[in-house]
């Protein structure tokens, strides 16, 4: 419950504003939002920004109604408590990011410094991983495994001693954690299905268990036997990792990995 004291702020979420950028107020009466009844059928409704009006939609104002503009100064837009008929209309209008929007978005501290520390505790949870994985006997493999997927060299990530492969994992982290992580965003770094396949590619690759067709349009067995060929604009490397999570690739990854 917003307090008349209470400030919201809004900002734009794309770079389109410039200086100032003047949002859609619905003074035609066509900016229209879908609305459930009480019977859960939608029904599309007009809204208009009309500060002076109790309702934000237009069927509910009176004659009296009158739209005001609402302008975003340097991307950012701070709406007073005591304008509830305004809060009410941003918080409807269908170019809000929270009804599916792409233009602008409530600015919510709470929010966004839980995720800003989720994804500061995830990069500590993998650096952690990192690290003890370069401690373990044979964990060098592991991180070259990582690396070379990241670079796309077997070769590159080959030559790369221990605290050149952790750099390398450490700054990837700080670019990109979700990267080595699952949908539900827990670290899965080390153990991610899709990494070690497209390991067990470039590898194969390097050791001419199978090869790039002179096209580069496919994968093929050392002898010429085509296994897969990418579709128009697929990078063939990425689709053949794919493929080999399929029921037809199962077979071939399996005879990769025999003559790996």
Known sequence: MNTVTDVLVYRLSDNRSGLTFSLKTGRKANLTVFEKDENGNATRRAIRHCPNEQSIYVEEQSQYAKVDPIIFNLGVL?????????????????????????????????????????????????KYLVRSKAKEKDGIHALKAEVAVLLRSVDE?????IEEL???????????PYYFSDDAGNPSIFDDDEILRKYLVLKSLKDGVIRKSPNNKSITWNKGEVIATAPLGKDLIDYFTDFLSTDEGILVLEEMTRRS
């Open 78 to 126: 701070k709406v007073k408590g005591d304008q509830p008929t305004t809060i009410k209309f941003l918080n409807a209008h269908p170019s809000n990011v929270s009804n599916g929007g792409s233009w602008f978005e409530l600015i919510n501290d709470e929010q966004e410094a839980k995720e800003s520390i989720e994804i500061d505790e995830l990069k500590i949870d993998l």
């Open 157 to 161: 990530a080959g030559a790369k001693g």
């Open 166 to 176: 952790k750099q390398v994992l450490y700054n990837s982290i700080e670019t990109d």
